[in-house]
């Protein structure tokens, strides 16, 4: 069986050839990532899911959050169902740990960018003034 | 209020926090204007990944990629940021009106970065008939809802233009439980990346209709659908064939405009082609002293470009201010066949390192060959498998095959 597939690894977006017999063969690929993804696609698609939760008391309402690595497509929406229910409490940092070992996955989900409070907010922009 | 430092920065997006870095780490003293109440520029609301490949040689999120920069700059004590601050005007002289919380200032610099970034284009500048009712964003102002104020801006939604923002949305918004009607594109092929397309679009069954527009919106107090319509060979919607869509929102992703009103009001020259202005292989507009950088030089699809440009605009105003940027004579590139864009457009001689030059072209192409030429003299050729209008051609020349030009031309052909 033969399948066409775009590379999604990095933006060059090489054109995959992909044979499926007793092995599979790629063809297209510039990098032995591109044949990687060609044969993760096939028997086990993965995506990285990058969402925001809700943070309390943040300087923004919600933080960006995103899976430390690709997890199978089947447990985007199951995912996004759970942080959905999560809420944080700010400060939080970049990389702060909000769900351990996802779905047994050994993949957590971690902040993406530091999140200060409101009041600290405030100060700095109080300090910035009065210099 | 007066203020005195050897560069000025005028946006705190990519392109201006590696501007500055480049800069500070050569010795000058940098001030960066920041309009919003944080650095980062649009990078703080793409929170998808996909940044950093070239740069990093890893995949980050935006905010991830302009944390990177922001923990940088913070060990510079040459460098200062002053947020919430407008630049109003620029005059010949480099004097700057800015405005923030603190009243009006006067800032004489010796030289400027301009890292100013795009707006989007908006439902005027595109012109689409119907009611003025709530419901009608920009991609970008929905991203901004939805991944840093927390707010989800509709339930049913259609997407116009099938540029990356859109593309982004769609998935996302699916993600946070909205239904996605579907893309509508008025060219034959998709504006954006085609990971994009597969990640955004096909993953989710997300439909695109190419060579459709809409042709009006209807709704009181909020969108209640809009009609949508083929378009013919010239772009011309067939308004017999109209459809209704019925929706509650319409997400605009309908290209980008750099953001150049200030270089516009000194009469810096701008390129019709891209929009930013002429530059040289320094970047340098063709007022000397004024440099040009990220998407206010030329929409870029990849933040790692829009870096690069930074970090060389940054250099070269430490040269300018040092004197040592000593131009000779100046080349203007003509460009042909299919290609729509080129950057830079001059060469200022004589040449002493490689130029990165960024290319667009007009049309889908397979087998593409990029030619350069002097007169009509062939000096070198690219060849590529395919060339796409959504994805920026970047090749690198070393200065042996540039030296002193009379008419360089680089064309594209099959």
Redesign the interface.
């Known amino acids: 069986m033969k399948k066409e597939l775009?590379?999604?690894v990095?933006?060059l977006?090489c054109?995959l050839e992909i044979e499926i017999g007793e092995d599979i063969i790629v063809k297209g690929n510039k990098c032995e990532k591109g044949k990687n993804y060609a044969i993760e696609e096939i028997t086990n698609p993965k995506?990285?899911?990058?969402?925001?939760i809700?943070i309390k008391n943040g300087k923004?309402?919600?933080v960006?959050v995103?899976t430390t690595a690709p997890i199978p497509?089947e447990y985007?929406f199951p995912l996004?169902e759970k942080l959905s229910e999560i809420e944080i409490s700010a400060p939080v940092p970049?990389g702060y740990k909000v769900l351990e070992n996802i779905f047994q996955l050994s993949i957590d989900v971690i902040t993406?960018?530091?999140m200060e409070t409101k009041e600290n907010t405030r100060k700095t922009k109080e300090t910035?003034?009065s210099t | 209020m007066q203020k005195e430092v050897d560069i000025v920065i005028i946006g705190g997006g990519p392109a201006g926090l590696s501007a500055s870095i480049s800069s500070a780490e050569r010795g000058k003293s940098i001030l960066i204007l920041e309009r919003n109440e944080e650095l980062g520029g649009v990078l703080n609301q793409c929170i998808h990944p996909g940044f950093g490949l070239i740069y990093f040689k890893e995949e980050l999120t935006g905010p991830e990629y302009a944390y990177r920069f922001i923990k940088e700059i913070e060990k510079y004590p040459n460098i200062e940021v002053w947020l919430e601050t407008m630049v109003v005007d620029i005059t010949n002289e480099k004097e700057i009106t800015a405005i923030n919380k603190d009243g009006i200032w006067k800032i004489k610099t010796k030289a400027i970065i301009f890292s100013t970034g795009c707006r989007e284009r908006t439902r005027g500048n595109l012109q689409i008939p119907g009611t003025r009712p709530a419901g009608i964003y920009t991609a970008g102002t929905a991203q901004r809802l939805v991944n840093i104020e927390g707010y989800l801006p509709g339930e049913k939604i259609l997407i116009l233009g099938s540029g990356d923002i859109g593309l982004i949305m769609a998935r996302r918004l699916k993600w946070e439980g909205a239904e996605v009607i579907g893309v509508i594109e008025k060219l034959p092929y998709p504006g954006g990346l085609t990971r994009n397309l597969v990640q955004c679009l096909e993953d989710y069954n997300i439909p695109l209709y190419l060579k459709h527009t809409v042709v009006e919106i209807l709704g009181k107090d909020r969108v209640e659908g809009v009609y949508i319509a083929p378009v013919d060979d010239y772009g011309n919607p067939i308004t017999d064939n109209k459809k209704f869509i019925e929706c509650d929102t319409l997400l605009l992703s309908a290209g980008l405009i750099p953001e150049n009103d200030l270089l516009e009001n000194i009469n810096i020259p701008l390129d019709p082609r891209t929009q930013g202005p002429y530059v040289d292989q320094y970047l340098s507009t063709l007022k000397e002293g004024i440099f040009s950088c990220g998407n206010s030089l030329l929409v870029n699809d990849l933040v790692d470009y829009v870096t690069l440009q930074g970090i060389l605009a940054g250099k070269s105003a430490v040269r300018y201010i040092n004197n040592e940027i000593n131009i000779e004579k100046r080349s203007h590139i003509e460009i042909d066949g299919n290609l729509r864009l080129v950057v830079p457009q001059y060469l200022s001689y004589p040449i002493l390192e490689d130029i990165t030059f960024y290319f667009r072209v007009k049309e889908p192409q397979k087998s593409a060959i990029l030619t350069l030429k002097d007169n009509d003299k062939r000096i070198k050729e690219w060849r590529f498998p395919v060339v796409k209008p959504a994805e920026m051609i970047v090749i690198k020349v070393k200065p042996e095959f540039l030296r002193y030009m009379e008419n360089p031309k680089f064309s594209m052909e099959g």
């Open positions: 775009t590379c999604i990095c933006p977006g054109s995506r990285i899911l990058t969402t925001t809700k923004y309402k919600v960006p995103k497509k985007i996004l970049i993406t960018r530091p910035k003034k």
